[in-house]
């Protein structure tokens, strides 16, 4: 799957703009257009692979950290740059590039995804039984972007169909429930019509178990606790996904990519055209310490740094004494990591840190070697581990029963995570012991903001870490370019 991602989305883009044409009607039969391509269930399949790539693009998987994990308390800046660094100081504007970027990545994906769904329900020559499937995996693609679209601006434009000249181009806001509606629905459907598995090389692709995944993280978003719950338990009983032994595991080149614990990752295969390797490389690891062996490593994004008067509030603080996730995690002082540039006998953590918090991002994080390049390399990233399945399980329960549950169903998966990180089991889980948890299991992962938003306590904690956030600051501006673009868009308040 990886290594034909590039050239399928390069083909579908040119179809996707072709379709568009009034030359349709003369061009030459020998010429590939979107009326004459879309014949065979090979072909739609070549299109459906494409609609995966903007979420291996830079400003998705690259960058995404910029919208999820640095307005956090989990991640600061490690310098001064000006796009991130307003993010960081919920001083953000609505010409902000990452926050402009990151809209028009996943509206690409949606575009994409209605292309290919458009063009496969008015297929005369596929088969009820062959269309659903790649109906399905297109709901999915498109679901997954209005995922995050939805908890990043709040409401936005309703697209279920692909553009055609001539017609209606701009849409005004959706209701913020009539997104989770569509994002329901096309998850439901992926559900049911989605394989259980992939072989070969279409490892890596939408299966049943990632939507049922991400509707159990909706439904967990919209309170809907039965429905998270069932979602979720759908997942595991599954069978076939399960927590790797070692933490680490998931994160290191031999080990991390499409292993059991991974229910949805965006594949990567380093070395190749620009953007199908992974860059979080690029810009998780430490500045000046020559990881990487190229010209990235930059530290832009760092652990955050104690606040004066608020001790014991940082992700490195949040971590328990014996807690065998840290160092997968963080890179602290004085620690060696055997796994990053092994040829060279590993990597240690400089005494004095590398950064202004001292401690560094260890995830992702993996050296140099034989396919990797710059701001690339071949580790897949992972979206949703069968970790969060069991987390999404347990706090399900525990919000059905008022917040606060000694049930054993919760406390089996709750515990299951807790055990493998090395840590006691414990006999009652409540929001707090959740929230934290969430913490210190998907640091860096960008869950950490949307897992604030859900808890209701973001202007509560960010506080705490010398931030001045308000309610308005828990969505982020909807971009001037699209504003000015769509003048049935209106600003989200505050900004």
Not at 366 to 381: D, E, K, Q, R
């Amino acid at each position: 799957m990886k290594q034909y991602i590039y050239k399928s989305t390069l083909l579908l883009v040119l179809l996707s703009i072709v379709s568009c044409s009034d030359f349709l009607d003369r061009a030459p039969l020998d010429q590939l257009t979107a009326e004459n391509f879309y014949q065979n269930a090979d072909q739609v399949d070549r299109a459906m692979i494409g609609v995966y790539t903007p979420m291996q693009d830079i400003e998705w998987s690259g960058k995404g950290w910029m919208i999820t994990e640095i307005p956090s308390d989990n991640s600061q800046a490690g310098g001064t740059d000006p796009e991130f660094t307003p993010i960081d100081n919920f001083a953000t504007t609505a010409d902000n590039p990452p926050v402009a970027r990151y809209w028009a990545m996943h509206y690409r994906q949606i575009t994409l995804a209605n292309e290919v769904r458009k063009r496969v329900e008015l297929s005369e020559e596929l088969e009820e039984s062959v269309k659903n499937p790649f109906i399905a995996e297109a709901n999915f693609l498109r679901a997954v972007a209005y995922f995050d679209l939805v908890r990043v601006y709040g409401g936005v434009p309703l697209i279920t169909e692909p553009p055609v000249l001539g017609e209606e181009l701009f849409f005004p806001r959706s209701t913020v429930e009539e997104v989770y509606n569509l994002i329901r629905e096309d998850l439901a459907f992926a559900a049911e019509h989605l394989p259980l598995d992939w072989a070969g090389s279409n490892t890596g692709r939408a299966t049943k178990g990632a939507a049922l995944g991400f509707l159990s993280k909706v439904h967990l978003t919209r309170r809907n606790y039965v429905e998270a719950r069932d979602a979720a338990k759908g997942v595991m009983d599954l069978g076939i996904y399960d927590l790797m032994v070692d933490y680490a595991e998931n994160f290191e080149l031999e080990t991390g990519d499409n292993n059991r614990e991974a229910v949805f990752q965006i594949q990567f295969s380093g070395c190749g055209p620009w953007g199908t390797g992974n860059p979080l490389q690029a810009f998780f690891a430490p500045w000046g310490e020559g990881i990487t062996k190229d010209r990235d490593g930059w530290g832009s994004q760092i652990p955050t740094a104690p606040v004066v008067n608020n001790p014991n509030t940082t992700i490195s603080d949040a971590f328990e004494t014996g807690d065998l996730r840290k160092d997968p995690t963080i890179m602290t002082p004085n620690t060696h990591y055997p796994t990053i540039n092994a040829s060279d006998g590993g990597y240690t953590y400089p005494p004095a840190g590398a950064s202004a918090a001292g401690v560094n991002i260890k995830k992702y994080i993996v050296g140099s070697g034989p396919n990797i390049c710059f701001m690339s390399t071949p580790l897949n990233a992972h979206i949703i581990r069968y970790s969060d399945i069991l987390l999404t399980y347990a706090e399900s329960i525990m919000e059905i029963e008022g917040g606060i549950s000694s049930n054993s169903l919760a406390l089996d998966a709750f515990n299951e995570v807790r055990e493998r990180a090395g840590l006691e089991p414990l006999s009652q889980i409540d929001k707090e012991i959740m929230l934290h948890e969430r913490r210190v299991e998907f640091a860096f992962e960008g869950h950490r903001w949307f897992d604030l938003l859900r808890s209701g306590r973001t202007v509560e904690i960010m506080t705490l870490h010398g931030k001045n956030p308000d309610l308005n600051s828990l969505l982020f501006p909807i971009p001037a370019s699209e504003m000015e673009v769509n003048p049935k868009l209106e600003q989200n308040p505050g900004y």
